[in-house]
C-alpha cells in the first residue's frame, strides 16, 4: 500500500522561502504524477502543482515564478521550493497523487507566512 508524508512546513516571513517534501513509499511512486496542494483556513483544497514521472510540470497561476516542484524518483520524493512567499500562501499543504490515481489525504505540512 502507498503511502505519502509531507515534511518541511513553518514559519516563514514575507519574501522568505521554505522547501516542503514528500516521501512516498512503494515501487509504484516513482511512475505516478504527484502534485502539491493546499488548503487554507475556509477554503477548499486547490492544486498548487504537479509534476509527472518524467518531470513535466504545471503550476497555478498564483504561484509560478515562484514556486519550483520538482522529484527526485531514486529517492521517491518530490519537493516543492517555495521562495517570494506571501501571507496568501498561508495554508496546510499536501501531496498526493494526480487523478486517477489519488489516494486518502494525510496531514499534511503547515505553512504560515507572516511578519
Known amino acids: 500500500q502507498v503511502q505519502l508524508a509531507e515534511s518541511g512546513g513553518g514559519l516563514a516571513q514575507p519574501g522568505g522561502s521554505l522547501r516542503l517534501s514528500c516521501a512516498g513509499s512503494?515501487?509504484?511512486?516513482?511512475?505516478?504524477?504527484v502534485g502539491w496542494y493546499r488548503q487554507a483556513p475556509g477554503k477548499q483544497r486547490e492544486l498548487v502543482a504537479t509534476?509527472?514521472?518524467?518531470?513535466?510540470?504545471n503550476y497555478a497561476d498564483s504561484v509560478k515564478g515562484r514556486f519550483t516542484i520538482s522529484r527526485d524518483n531514486a529517492k521517491n520524493t518530490v519537493f516543492l521550493q517555495m521562495n517570494n512567499l506571501k501571507h496568501e500562501d498561508t495554508a496546510v499543504y499536501h501531496c498526493?497523487?494526480?487523478?486517477?490515481?489519488?489516494?486518502?489525504w494525510g496531514q499534511g505540512t503547515q505553512v504560515t507566512v507572516s511578519s
Open positions: 498526493n497523487f494526480d487523478l486517477p490515481w489519488r489516494i486518502g
Open positions: 512503494g515501487s509504484i511512486f516513482s511512475i505516478r504524477p
Open positions: 509534476i509527472t514521472s518524467g518531470g513535466t510540470t
